[in-house]
Every structure is written in C-alpha cells, then in structure tokens.
Nanobody
Framework: VQLQASGGGVVQAGGSLRLSCAVSGRTGRNLFMAWFRQPPGKEREFVARAGPTAYYADYADSVKGRATISRDVAKNTWYLQMNNLVPEDTADYYC????????????WGQGTLVTVSS
C-alpha cells in the first residue's frame, strides 16, 4: 500500500483547505485511515481517523467541528477538509493507514505542508 498526500499550501486564517491522500497498491483491502500532523518544532499529533467506509470518524478536540474526513471510493482517495483554519493548524500533515482495527498505522504518506497566516 502506498499513500500520496497532497493539497497543502499557504492560506489565511479563517480559510479552508482540502488535503488528499491517494491510495495505491493493494487497494482491494479495506483500510483504516487517519490524518496526523506535526507542527514546527513539535511532536506529531493525531488529527482525525475513520473506518474503511468512513461512516465512523473521530477527531482531535483541536479540530473538532472544523475538520471532516471522507473518502472517494471511485478515486481511491481519502480527504481531510479543514475549515476556519487558525495559525495553530500550521503543520506538516500526514495520512496513514492500517489494515486491522486496534493495530498501529503501518502505512504512511509523505507530509504535505499547511501554513496558516494570521
């Protein structure tokens, strides 16, 4: 399984971005997906996660109400929609996947940088 994250950029506070995570490889498998981020000089932190159908989703308190994780089955792509961005959202964003509930995320995409200017 390979993950390719994209969609980062520079946005003003209050703006929106949609990050994408294209999944390739053994795409027939149902994957549990997540987004993490690493702010400058800080440790990586959880942002959002979802089950294979995206029906179940869970969000970090810092983004709850502003973020939505979703998937496009036809495009084999997952998304993280972020609204009402604040400077504290500035970070490298990573998508991650795993094949079984309760295990560690073992597939990772490269980071895509989101910079929110005040």
């Amino acid at each position: 399984v390979q993950l390719q994250a994209s969609g980062g950029g520079v946005v003003q506070a209050g703006g929106s971005l949609r990050l994408s995570c294209a999944v390739s490889g053994r795409t027939g498998r149902n994957l549990f997906m997540a987004w993490f981020r690493q702010p400058p000089g800080k440790e990586r932190e959880f942002v959002a996660r979802a089950g294979p159908t995206a029906y179940y989703a869970d969000y970090a308190d810092s983004v709850k109400g502003r973020a939505t994780i979703s998937r496009d089955v036809a495009k084999n792509t997952w998304y993280l929609q972020m609204n009402n961005l604040v400077p504290e959202d500035t970070a490298d964003y990573y998508c991650a996947a795993k094949e079984r509930y309760g295990t560690e995320y073992n597939y990772w995409g490269q980071g895509t940088l989101v910079t929110v200017s005040s």
